[in-house]
């Protein structure tokens, strides 16, 4: 055979090996998606909290992260859903979100190969503000700090900003939500709500932990009586006025003779009872509800 001929089959056998091309596997099964997702309101954003079973597969890449808006009313979620972005982690943080104005949330998780599952249960959760420590002083020893105001919306843009709440004003006006008083017999004080719209009740017949431990505000039972303050005891306030009924949770967290420390959060969407948030290094609970809708 000549060299032409022997360098003519040499090159051909390798244009066949250099052809040859075996189709790797792909594996397009979607990953199970995130058996649960629960929440933490915050003020200006939503703590989101799911099962992590998706993770324990070895082709688990990260999770997605999606929101859309809540209507309250019906108790479904809308149809504009956003993506808010990707982890690997089993928690995300919304944040930078109005206060007062629900939304719904949903998590998927994505393979190495870009497959996305089925997406998690859906979850609504509102983000509301809050206040931690607040000193109010009895009526009889400062009156110009004596009155708790606890949502005043001076621009009407139903938004609660921060110089809009949690005000500490004079106890003799008729505006603020309560005033705290002091027992000329024993040196006990009192929560006297003032404004005529304004309600209030014990949470529980027992101290609660923290501010979170008050999640829902009870649908009855509130009245215009004067209650103990407690150190420790949760209350809730009821509250109706030109813009609607709003619901506030206060826990004293110190009663002296002279005044009243206490951690208080404010619902500043209209008729929602939802009240927990969490700040100051208090103890985190779950709030939200699980719901319906089309993604």
């Given at each position: 055979?000549?060299?032409?001929?022997?360098?003519?089959?040499?090159?051909?056998?390798?244009?066949?090996?250099?052809?040859?091309?075996?189709?790797?596997?792909?594996?397009?099964?979607?990953?199970?998606?995130?058996?649960?997702?629960?929440?933490?309101?915050?003020?200006?954003?939503?703590?989101l909290q799911w099962a992590d079973n998706a993770a324990q597969s070895d082709r688990f890449e990260r999770y997605q992260v999606y929101s859309a808006g809540y209507n309250l009313n019906v108790g479904e979620c809308r149809s504009d859903w956003v993506?808010?972005?990707?982890?690997?982690?089993?928690?995300?943080?919304?944040?930078?979100?109005?206060?007062?104005?629900?939304?719904?949330?949903?998590?998927?998780?994505?393979?190495?190969?870009?497959?996305?599952?089925?997406?998690?249960?859906?979850?609504?959760?509102?983000?509301?503000?809050?206040?931690?420590?607040?000193?109010?002083?009895?009526?009889?020893?400062?009156?110009?700090?004596?009155?708790?105001?606890?949502?005043?919306?001076?621009?009407?843009?139903?938004?609660?900003?921060?110089?809009?709440?949690?005000?500490?004003?004079?106890?003799?006006?008729?505006?603020?939500?309560?005033?705290?008083?002091?027992?000329?017999?024993?040196?006990?004080?009192?929560?006297?709500?003032?404004?005529?719209?304004?309600?209030?009740?014990?949470?529980?017949?027992?101290?609660?932990?923290?501010?979170?431990?008050?999640?829902?505000?009870?649908?009855?039972?509130?009245?215009?009586?004067?209650?103990?303050?407690?150190?420790?005891?949760?209350?809730?306030?009821?509250?109706?006025?030109?813009?609607?009924?709003?619901?506030?949770?206060?826990?004293?967290?110190?009663?002296?003779?002279?005044?009243?420390?206490?951690?208080?959060?404010?619902?500043?969407?209209?008729?929602?009872?939802?009240?927990?948030?969490?700040?100051?290094?208090?103890?985190?609970?779950?709030?939200?509800?699980?719901?319906?809708?089309?993604k």
């Amino acid at each position: 055979m000549s060299f032409p001929s022997r360098y003519a089959l040499m090159m051909a056998g390798l244009l066949v090996v250099g052809c040859r091309s075996d189709p790797i596997a792909i594996d397009a099964t979607p990953l199970p998606a995130p058996a649960s997702l629960s929440s933490i309101s915050l003020n200006r954003a939503i703590h989101l909290q799911w099962a992590d079973n998706a993770a324990q597969s070895d082709r688990f890449e990260r999770y997605q992260v999606y929101s859309a808006g809540y209507n309250l009313n019906v108790g479904e979620c809308r149809s504009d859903w956003v993506i808010e972005g990707t982890t690997v982690s089993d928690e995300f943080l919304v944040a930078v979100i109005p206060n007062g104005v629900p939304r719904c949330f949903g998590v998927s998780a994505i393979s190495v190969e870009g497959v996305e599952s089925a997406w998690s249960p859906l979850w609504q959760d509102t983000p509301r503000p809050d206040a931690r420590n607040v000193l109010v002083y009895a009526l009889q020893t400062d009156a110009a700090a004596s009155g708790v105001r606890f949502w005043d919306d001076v621009n009407g843009d139903g938004i609660g900003q921060a110089s809009e709440l949690g005000l500490i004003q004079n106890g003799t006006g008729s505006d603020i939500d309560f005033a705290v008083h002091r027992n000329a017999a024993d040196s006990t004080l009192w929560v006297v709500p003032v404004f005529a719209g304004t309600s209030v009740r014990f949470y529980d017949a027992a101290p609660v932990a923290d501010l979170t431990s008050i999640d829902f505000a009870p649908a009855s039972g509130y009245g215009r009586d004067s209650l103990l303050a407690r150190p420790g005891y949760g209350y809730v306030f009821e509250i109706v006025d030109g813009s609607g009924l709003h619901y506030a949770g206060l826990r004293a967290t110190h009663v002296g003779r002279q005044y009243l420390i206490f951690d208080f959060s404010v619902q500043t969407d209209p008729g929602n009872p939802e009240l927990v948030v969490i700040g100051g290094g208090g103890i985190a609970g779950v709030t939200g509800a699980q719901v319906t809708g089309a993604k």
